[in-house]
């Protein structure tokens, strides 16, 4: 079974983390969700979330991908985090898969996870010092090698769908998106 790791700060948005988890779960794959610090994490729109974990409990662990949920300040919160940004290295360093979406691809570029990929990221969120060294995107979900990132809310069922094909099979992605009723599923 795949294991992801979903770092959640106070601040992130919502609707992507637990879509993320939600989806990710159904399609079989072990989902951990980490907060950075003890207790439960009030999301943007004042959602409270109880992560399974801390981050340091988990850092050192063993994961197949680690997916970032955007908003604001959530975002800021895990850039600023030297742990995210050692765990984002060290995954990229033993070729294993990050995933990012709406703001939270800043994190990835603050990084250097993002330098010659191509990457989508909500309107304006990747500094312009990291835009001349990537191939910005418009469309939903744009992966390039081990880096898979979205746009925002109303891309993140597209994107949870994307992240359970390459974590799982083609079939399993279909699966849970027939089981959902999701337009185009069939």
């Known amino acids: ?23 990710l779960r159904r399609a079989g794959v072990e989902v951990v969700t980490a907060g ?13 979330l109880v992560p399974d974990t801390t981050l340091e409990a988990v850092r050192e662990e063993a994961f197949d991908m ?3 949920p955007g908003g604001l300040p959530g975002t800021t919160h895990l ?9 984002l290295q060290r995954m990229d ?20 996870l993002l ?5 989508t990221s909500y309107p304006e969120c990747i500094p312009e010092a990291h835009l001349s060294t990537l ?12 880096v898979i990132t979205s746009r925002g809310p109303g891309t993140a069922m ?21 089981d959902l009723l999701y337009p185009g599923a069939g």
């Open 79 to 87: 850039d600023e985090d030297p742990r995210i940004r050692a765990l």
């Open 1 to 23: 079974m795949k294991r992801v790791l979903i770092p959640v700060a106070s601040g992130c948005e919502e609707l992507e983390a637990v879509t993320l988890i939600d989806l």
């Open 93 to 112: 360093r033993e070729e294993k898969m990050v995933a990012a979406i709406c703001a939270a691809p800043m994190v990835l570029a603050n990084a250097g």
């Open 135 to 146: 191939e910005y995107r418009e469309e939903a979900v744009v992966r390039d090698g081990r």
């Open 115 to 119: 330098a010659g990929k191509k990457a």
């Open 158 to 178: 597209d994107f949870a769908l994307a992240l359970i094909e390459v974590l799982t099979t083609p079939a399993i992605r279909q699966q849970v998106a027939a």
């Open 36 to 48: 950075l610090e003890a207790g439960p994490v009030t999301c943007s729109r004042g959602t409270v």
């Open 66 to 68: 680690v997916v970032l």
